[in-house]
């Protein structure tokens, strides 16, 4: 077998690059538990994108979070944005493999959700 024909094989035998799949939030949510996603297929060159933002007014606090597909500049990006009547602080999070935005992490739930789900086997416990 010549080189070239060597060449041939071994390319024919690598795996085709395929597009990154992410999910995608439907909206963006109030609770990292309410995004409703999905998985979407990103346009070649993206990368998998999870966003919290934190907009204040007074003692009220509402933290947005939103997963996408994003091009490689919008990641490691923090700053603020201004939507429904409040300034919000965001960041930006990247990853590169398929549906790895999936994931909430502990620290982004607050107590509060993590004592309701806790709830129901409380109340078996206590009764």
């Not at 949510?29 to 990103?42: G, H, M, N, R, V």
């Not at 309701?116 to 009764?127: G, Q």
Request: charged fraction near 10%; aromatic fraction near 8%; charge should be positive.
């Amino acid at each position: 077998m010549s080189r070239s024909q060597l060449l041939i094989v071994l390319l024919c035998s690598l795996p085709l690059a395929g597009c990154l799949h992410c999910f995608t939030c439907l909206f963006p949510a109030i609770s990292p538990l309410d995004c409703f996603k999905f998985p979407q297929e990103c346009p070649a060159g993206q990368r998998c994108l999870s966003s919290t933002a934190i907009g204040k007014r007074g003692s009220l606090q509402v933290t947005m979070y939103e997963k996408s597909c994003a091009i490689p500049t919008q990641c490691g990006v923090s700053g603020q944005k201004y939507t429904t009547g409040l300034y919000f602080n965001y960041t930006n999070v990247c990853c590169d493999t398929d549906l790895c935005n999936g994931a909430v992490s502990v620290a982004a739930l607050s107590w509060g959700g993590v004592a309701l789900c806790l709830l129901p086997a409380l109340t078996l416990l206590l009764a």
